[in-house]
Antibody, heavy 117, light 111 residues
Framework: EVQLVQSGAEVKKPGAEVKISCNVSGYTFTDYYVHWVQQAPGKGLEWMGLVDPEDGETRYAEKFQGRVTITADTSTDTAYMEVSSLRYEDTAIYYC??????????WGQGTLVTVSS | QSVLTQPPSVSGAPGQRVTISCTGSSSNIGAGYDVHWYQQLPGTAPKLLIFANNNRPSGVPDRFSGSKSGTSASLAITGLQAEDAADYYCQSYDSSLSAPYVFGSGTKVTV
């Protein structure tokens, strides 16, 4: 069974950084891009960026460029998404998702990040 | 503001047919890129419902169908059921450099 399992909820202070993991199983990690999507409370979905696990190449939405870093570890079949200099407005659920022909074919369960002083 | 425009809400009685529109532009849907649809039940992660305009992943009931024409796409739900109450999002690829993967604003379906 193909699965994407994300790390647990985080509570961080403004200015801190957070790193979320997405461990995949049931398929060859390097065969598909892994995307990250943000969903703020009560809001819609917003694409943040992706990583190609085969070569580590990344692409980011302009809005998140410079503050978000996405990586992939092929030794553990895990993708990571790090957000630095956290702001209150970064409070959201973050999802990883496996690509299939530019669609988000399979999703992780989501990780809630709360930024609070 | 989302690149793809959807109605905020749609409602229907059980058994009825509802449609959700998704309007884009010449840089996304109109450029020929595929449209995909997702269903997000309350408190859960989104789930792929329709891919490549009109294809259902395994396990998705045939009550759900998609279509695309010009710069727009639509999702139809026939024989509406209580379990279809959810948020629905369209998604496509955009040739702009700022964010190539774009979502619709989302539509809440009430049964």
């Amino acid at each position: 069974e193909v699965q994407l399992v994300q790390s647990g909820a985080e509570v961080k202070k403004p200015g801190a950084e957070v790193k979320i993991s997405c461990n995949v199983s049931g398929y060859t990690f390097t065969d598909y891009y892994v995307h990250w999507v943000q969903q703020a409370p009560g809001k819609g979905l917003e694409w943040m960026g992706l990583v190609d696990p085969e070569d580590g190449e990344t692409r980011y939405a302009e809005k998140f460029q410079g503050r978000v870093t996405i990586t992939a570890d092929t030794s553990t079949d895990t993708a990571y998404m790090e957000v630095s200099s956290l702001r209150y407005e970064d409070t959201a659920i973050y999802y990883c998702a496996r690509d299939r022909s530019n669609s988000f074919h399979l999703w992780g369960q989501g990780t809630l990040v709360t930024v609070s002083s | 503001q989302s690149v793809l425009t959807q109605p905020p809400s749609v409602s229907g009685a059980p058994g009825q047919r509802v449609t959700i529109s998704c309007t884009g532009s010449s840089s996304n849907i109109g450029a020929g890129y595929d449209v995909h649809w997702y269903q997000q039940l309350p408190g859960t992660a989104p789930k792929l419902l329709i891919f490549a305009n009109n294809n259902r992943p395994s396990g998705v009931p045939d009550r759900f169908s998609g279509s695309k024409s010009g710069t727009s796409a639509s999702l139809a739900i026939t024989g509406l059921q209580a379990e279809d109450a959810a948020d629905y999002y369209c998604q496509s690829y955009d040739s702009s450099l700022s964010a190539p993967y774009v979502f619709g604003s989302g539509t809440k379906v009430t049964v």
